[in-house]
């Protein structure tokens, strides 16, 4: 199983970015997928999660700025970013929970290699 995140980059303070990430391998099912972020000198830190059903669940650093979405149908997550600060500059990794690939009965979790997003001011 391979996580692919694209649609990082350069932003100017206010802007929007909208991250993707595609799930790719013998999937059967996919549990929880979310987004953390890590900054230079910081550890990795929750954003957003979001299960099978669509329920969701925010850190409170980017409630209301931030919505997570998924297609399950092309095991993809997806996390909207606006009204960007400069503090939201980091990498940006997705993270797919108890993957259950197909004749298995167990799953596990995967890390995507991340994408960087820079917010300017």
């Known amino acids: 199983v391979q996580l692919q995140a694209s649609g990082g980059g350069l932003v100017q303070a206010g802007g929007s970015l909208r991250l993707s990430c595609a799930a790719s391998g013998n999937i059967f099912s996919i549990n929880g997928m979310a987004w953390y972020r890590q900054a230079p000198g910081k550890q990795r830190e929750f954003l957003a999660v979001?299960?099978?059903?669509?329920?969701?669940n925010y850190a409170d650093s980017v409630k209301g700025r931030f919505t997570i979405s998924r297609d399950n149908a092309k095991n993809t997550v997806y996390l909207q970013l606006n009204s960007l600060k400069p503090e939201d500059t980091a990498v940006y990794y997705c993270?797919?929970?108890?993957?259950?690939?197909?004749?298995?009965?167990?799953?596990?979790?995967?890390w995507g290699k991340g994408t960087q997003v820079t917010v300017s001011s």
């Open positions: 979001i299960s099978r059903g669509g329920t969701t």
């Open positions: 993270n797919a929970r108890y993957v259950v690939t197909v004749g298995t009965s167990s799953g596990m979790d995967y």
